[in-house]
């Protein structure tokens, strides 16, 4: 990174950041071209979860090519204004991550359900119950993460 004192290198704030973050832009490649969705996920232990249906465009693209990237941000759009005119003495506040890593897919029941839990437990402290008719309609997508970093927007 460039601008060093804009680095976060210290996993708990990367995972702090992913913690808060809504929605994960995850990129795949769709042959040529680049392909990103944003997507809801769950985090633990190095390792996105993401769910999907067992057959569409994402999961194709995954099985053609498993590499990813991804990004999340929080804190989006705050923006630090100057006394000047000087457009370059403005600034942005924000906190995001960006990392690469392989996804794999699982559809047995019961990796799905665990996945789904990790997912699930950003919203709630609950034991979910997952149907078996659903469960059997849904790919549960694990990003390995290989690296990861964090940046903040909020020095000038």
Same mark, same amino acid.
């Given at each position: %990174?460039?601008?060093? /004192?804009?680095? $976060?290198?210290?996993?708990?704030? $990367? ?7 809504? $929605?994960?832009? +995850?990129? %795949? ?12 996920? =769950? ?15 994402? $999961?194709?693209?995954?099985?053609? #090519? ?43 029941? /019961?990796?799905?359900?665990?996945? +789904?839990?990790?997912? %699930?437990? *950003?919203? =709630?402290?609950? #034991?979910?119950?997952?149907?078996? /008719?659903?469960? #059997? ?10 690296? %990861?970093?964090?940046? *903040? =927007?909020?020095?000038?």
């Amino acid at each position: %990174m460039r601008r060093k /004192e804009k680095e $976060i290198t210290e996993l708990s704030e $990367i995972e702090a950041i992913l913690a808060r973050a809504e $929605i994960l832009h +995850l990129a %795949m490649c769709d042959g040529e071209r680049p392909y990103v969705l944003p997507l809801n996920f =769950g985090y633990r232990t190095g390792r996105l979860y993401l769910h999907s249906a067992r057959a569409g465009k994402k $999961i194709a693209i995954l099985r053609a #090519n498993p590499l990813v990237s991804f990004a999340a941000s929080v804190d989006v759009a705050r923006l630090v204004p100057s006394d000047t005119s000087d457009a370059c003495k403005y600034g942005m506040r924000f906190k995001s991550v960006v990392g690469a890593g392989r996804a794999t897919i699982s559809e047995t029941l /019961e990796e799905i359900a665990a996945g +789904l839990d990790v997912l %699930m437990s *950003r919203y =709630g402290d609950h #034991n979910f119950e997952y149907k078996e /008719e659903i469960l #059997n309609k849904t790919a549960l997508i694990t990003i390995e993460i290989e690296s %990861m970093t964090g940046k *903040r =927007g909020d020095v000038v």
